[in-house]
């Protein structure tokens, strides 16, 4: 039998993002078109479609050698029958995605959400390669997780697992309320919108601090450089979002005992500042033994972890 | 092909208990005998391969119908290797157990910690029986844990996951330290020794409470009694053991999404009165939709559920 190959989408509300992937994990080759979330859903799905014929047709390779389909999906997907519940950035509300693809591509369809596509991909072929108990973070707008056990992703019952933005961390006395409802939650401190409010409520209350003199809205990435350039509003802002992922990892630590902590998205940038503080409370809050032989480290594949995770699905799921 | 069954053994500090169960999960036949720790590990393992062998032998089934036998032991184990690393109780350090007793018994020896097998046996017949996503408690002297994702024991990369005692979730204004050497620990308060120790703390303190005019060392049971019988004090102490637990299993909940958690252990005994608590707080905790169909609910297999499980390796890890 020729080789095999797998598309895996990356459906965002900007870009819809398609590479073709071979069974080790390599992203051989990529195409990028617009989303059209303006145009409908219907629209949006004649993209796809259209996109995932594309990469193939300029491949090198046939039709016939693609084994099916992934696609990871910002928002809440029902894996099991393969919708996607609720994209609010795509516009999609119960749409039976896998159905739709199967028919017009012909194709085997996966689905899941792109936090958990993310972590398939590092851990297939990014910075967890070959490791069979990770967890993944990724620290955008929100905090999003994905939980690898066993080299697959772990997806809970009703498919809601690896919400690791919602873990409650943050004592009572000093939790806000989170948008998912519940107080404390740790995307409320950690997550890029948790780190520009409590800069933006620092300017408000008059503390001295260089961000107050910016013209423009404050960006998490105002305020990382402003820590690392000595300001110690700044700093505390970032010992804080810091802090309490490393309590979070704690947590999981004793829970699952994963062998690394892999952190993407956005807020990943800040780099060894942010690690490092990091790594030093996961060490301070653990116990001992669940601390050997354990990483916290970058995830690998930016923005590609997507594309290759979602083809992953075919292969670790 | 005849009929094959398991035995499963429970290795404790006063007794090994040996199940005969059937590959539906059912316990046949059990065998109870000392443990005999103080004559020495030889002599310990003597006592397993003798009940192992009188257990069988007293069965209507042969010795050639044994699958396996799998073994729980309440300490730290090597489960790759076969090793039970450090079990205080039963003095045993660094033992290769499994190798040792394949030789002797002719079988296939499988071996995990007590709270491991424990989850697994009620997985496998118990309160958990079916379900692909659960969570384990066994309230104890201390808080252990089981973790079931997709039907197998989640073991971690290096074999300690579940330790759900240990779990950070007491705000550091009121943590202790845990014998892990690590602060607020949900096993300082939510265990028996945690229950124990807040009630003879309120009984040095003068606090008014029943407590105060036992004439035996008080017990987790004499608090519960206390509480349901309106002593304010035993009722405060339980409501922080049930607060913890509750919050600890909100954490859980976002990062693995269980469809149950089971509560054993003696401590479990105190029933609707404790458990309520727990559930009041983790509805209170746990974003909506990862609570829908989720319930908590106390272990079936009582003191069977080691034999259980430990049989239960076979199939299910």
């Known amino acids: 039998m020729s080789e095999q190959f797998y598309v895996g989408v990356d459906l965002g509300g ?30 949006v799905i004649n993209n796809i479609e259209k996109y995932v014929r594309h ?4 491949s090198p390779y046939e039709w016939d050698q693609i084994a099916g389909v ?40 996966k689905i899941d959400n792109d936090a958990n596509v993310a972590a398939l991909g590092e851990v297939w072929s990014g910075a967890g390669k070959g ?10 707008t929100g905090v999003g997780g994905g939980i690898i056990v066993g080299g697959k992703i772990v997806q809970g019952f009703s498919g809601l697992a690896g919400e690791l933005g919602h873990m409650a961390v943050i004592p009572d006395l000093e939790a806000i309320q989170c948008g998912c409802g519940k107080m404390g939650c740790l995307e409320t401190v950690s997550s890029a919108t948790g780190i520009i409010r409590m800069a933006n409520d620092a300017v408000e209350r008059g503390d001295r601090t260089s ?12 305020v990382f450089d402003a820590a690392k350039a000595g300001d110690e509003v700044s700093e505390r802002i970032v010992s804080r979002a810091a802090f309490y992922i490393g309590k979070s990892m704690a947590s999981i630590a004793v829970t699952l005992n994963p062998e690394r902590f892999i952190i993407g998205g956005g807020v990943s940038k800040a780099g060894d500042y942010l690690f490092d503080q990091i790594r030093d409370t996961f060490m301070k809050l653990t116990p001992e033994p669940v601390t050997r032989g354990v990483s916290i480290v970058a995830a690998e594949l930016g923005n590609d972890a997507g594309m290759i995770g979602a083809a992953g699905l075919f292969l670790h799921s």
């Open 14 to 43: 900007t870009a819809i993002k398609v590479g073709l992937v071979n069974a080790a994990g390599e992203l051989l080759q990529t195409f990028e078109g617009p989303t059209e979330v303006a145009q409908g859903t219907e629209a």
């Open 55 to 58: 990469i193939v047709e300029t």
């Open 70 to 109: 992934g696609a990871g999906v910002a928002g809440f997907t029902n894996i099991k029958e393969g919708i996607i519940v609720l994209a609010p950035n795509i516009g999609f509300k119960e749409v039976p995605i896998r159905s739709i693809l199967e028919e017009r591509l012909g194709k085997m369809i």
């Open 131 to 140: 490791l069979e108990h990770c967890v993944c973070y990724t620290l955008g």
């Open 211 to 222: 961000l107050s003199l910016l013209e423009h809205a404050i960006t998490a990435k105002d």
